[in-house]
């Protein structure tokens, strides 16, 4: 979730935080730039977190398919 403070001289300052992700900071000249570089930036942590999220399901899926496919061709049916 981004939070956006005002700093001096008409700055802002835009932190990110992300549970599992490094802090996200950046200071800009207006509330509009900060804006679009949040919007940015929280896409690209999306995007990471939805393709391990994948990656995590299909490594297990895999591995589970993997054991049963191997007691099933040793046993030549499902054992139990």
Known sequence: MATFTKRGKGQWQVKIRRKG?????????????????AREI???MDRICNENEY???QKHYIMHERAYSSAFFECGRICE
């Not at 992700?21 to 570089?37: I, V, Y």
């Open 21 to 37: 992700c490094p802090l996200q900071t950046k200071t800009f000249e207006t509330k509009g730039d900060a804006e679009a570089w």
């Open 42 to 44: 929280e896409s690209e």
């Open 55 to 57: 990656n995590f399901h």
